[in-house]
T-cell receptor, first 116, second 115 residues
Framework: EAGVVQSPRYKIIEKKQPVAFWCNPI?????LYWYLQNLGQGPELLIR????????DSQLPKDRFSAERLKGVDSTLKIQPAELGDSAVYLC??????????????FGEGSRLTVL | DQQVKQNSPSLSVQEGRISILNCDYT??????FLWYKKYPAEGPTFLIS?????DKNEDGRFTVFLNKSAKHLSLHIVPSQPGDSAVYFC??????????????FGTGTKLQVIP
């Protein structure tokens, strides 16, 4: 079974430029998450989708961040314009209430963003 | 307000000895506690969990202990192996509508097992 796939793995951009990250969750997982991980910190939730609906986006900085999950499968996270403080790892995860332990998330390898 | 705290950023242990990673929490509504393991350049992977109604869960070399009165949990790895060297995240979840378990992560402890 394929895991969560993210791309790109690494991205270097200059400040004020746009950037987009893509995620393909595990097949059959209805719940998809985007997490932000700063250096030396744990993952912090940005947004959670149940199928195609964003049900928790309270931590997403909506002035510059946007996300979508068309057709309830793949998802894209966009930052426009990027700021120096956005340099971090962006993790995508998926889960299903029908499989795994309560609270068990399946993470992708992450997309490391460096803003110069 | 950090609800899940890992006060030790790093830990070094000799191969074959016991590794003990600690975690404290503040939210008494958490009903599951989890440990995730993360290697460099990879995403975190689930390791072991425990329900809030239990005080111990064991899986091979890994045992998690929960002390609800102290709001404290720990992960014991025995014997420790060099392949256990990774960052360990403590996490806790609480139930929200629709059966959704909202997961909150600690800041992680980097474990180094010395051969």
């Amino acid at each position: 079974e394929a895991g969560v796939v993210q791309s790109p793995r690494y991205k270097i951009i200059e400040k004020k430029q746009p950037v987009a990250f893509w995620c393909n969750p595990i097949s059959g997982h209805n719940t998809l998450y985007w997490y932000l991980q700063n250096l030396g910190q744990g993952p912090e939730l940005l947004i959670r989708y149940e199928n195609e609906e964003a049900v928790d986006d309270s931590q997403l900085p909506k002035d510059r961040f946007s996300a979508e999950r068309l057709k309830g499968v793949d998802s894209t996270l966009k930052i426009q314009p990027a700021e120096l403080g956005d340099s971090a790892v962006y993790l995508c995860a998926s889960s299903s209430v029908e499989t795994g332990q309560p609270g068990e998330l399946f993470f992708g390898e992450g997309s490391r963003l460096t803003v110069l | 307000d950090q609800q899940v705290k890992q006060n030790s950023p790093s830990l070094s242990v000799q191969e074959g000895r016991i590794s003990i990673l600690n975690c404290d929490y503040t939210n008494s509504m958490f009903d599951y506690f989890l440990w995730y393991k993360k290697y460099p350049a990879e995403g975190p992977t689930f390791l072991i969990s425990i329900s809030s109604i239990k005080d111990k869960n064991e899986d091979g070399r890994f045992t998690v202990f929960l002390n609800k009165s102290a709001k404290h949990l720990s992960l014991h790895i025995v014997p420790s192996q060099p392949g256990d060297s990774a960052v360990y995240f403590c996490a806790a979840s609480d139930l929200h509508s629709g059966g959704y378990q909202k997961v909150t992560f600690g800041t992680g402890t980097k474990l180094q097992v010395i051969p």
